[in-house]
């Protein structure tokens, strides 16, 4: 069974920081990995998608990588703002019926 | 202006009472979802559909029950069998097959069981 884990649940950084957030997953026979925000309240907002295929995907101050061989992803965040402090989450898509795992998500909140 | 909408915003419920969530879509995808979101926890399926007439249970099935008439609708009844419905419920939906796809998802409706 597909576990996707993110650690810490939650970070709290100043303004300006560059960070990195890490996801981790037991089977390696993922389709794609994707990053997801989430608002207070809110539904999801895709933010990147990777196939499987692709070692990394980038959007703005946004950067993805996947090292599917050793169940691993991370998103890295430039030059963090306070617009920044939302949930991440990750999730995988696996199997014919693409059903996607998610993990419990990184709290994020960015300090002016 | 296309999209995903879920009815209603806020739900209340008394306790031995069936609801349904209303999910619907525009944007013309085959399939779609049903998750679950409790505090601190990722989200977990309850029910997809790949196509109009069919769906599957998702990991958490139990104590819910879908329909999926019409390719732009899957609403969602919580029956009185779910014992700790209070949660966040969210839809999505995806293009059907493609690696490449993505989810979209509705903004979500919070029930809450009196």
């Known amino acids: 069974k597909q576990e996707v884990t993110q650690i810490p649940a939650a970070l709290s950084v100043p303004e300006g920081e560059n960070l990195v957030l890490n996801c981790s997953f037991t089977?390696?026979?993922?389709?794609?990995l994707q990053w997801f925000r989430q608002d207070p309240g809110k539904g999801l907002t895709s933010l990147l998608l990777?196939?499987?295929?692709?070692r990394e995907q980038t959007s703005g101050r946004l950067n993805a990588s996947l090292d599917k061989s050793s169940g691993r992803s991370t998103l890295y965040i430039a030059a963090s703002q306070p617009g920044d402090s939302a949930t991440y989450l990750c999730?995988?898509?696996?199997?014919?019926?693409?059903?996607?795992?998610f993990g419990k998500g990184i709290t994020l909140s960015v300090r002016p | 202006d296309g999209g995903i909408t879920q009815s209603p915003k806020y739900l209340f419920r008394k306790e031995g009472q069936n609801v349904t969530l209303s999910c619907e879509q525009n944007?013309?995808?085959?399939?779609m979802y049903w998750y679950r979101q409790d505090p601190g926890q990722g989200l977990r399926l309850i029910y997809y559909?790949?196509?109009?007439?069919?769906?599957q249970k998702g990991d958490i099935a139990e104590g819910y029950s879908v329909s999926r008439e019409k390719k732009e609708s899957f609403p969602l009844t919580v029956t009185s069998a779910q014992k700790n419905p209070t949660a966040f419920y969210l839809c999505?939906?995806?293009?059907?097959?493609?690696?490449?796809?993505?989810?979209?998802f509705g903004p979500g409706t919070r029930l809450t069981v009196l």
């Open positions: 999505a939906s995806s293009p059907l097959g493609g690696s490449g796809d993505t989810q979209y």
């Open positions: 089977d390696s026979a993922i389709y794609n």
């Open positions: 990777i196939q499987s295929s692709q």
């Open positions: 999730a995988v898509l696996t199997g014919a019926n693409s059903k996607l795992t």
């Open positions: 944007l013309n995808h085959d399939a």
């Open positions: 559909s790949q196509i109009v007439n069919d769906f």
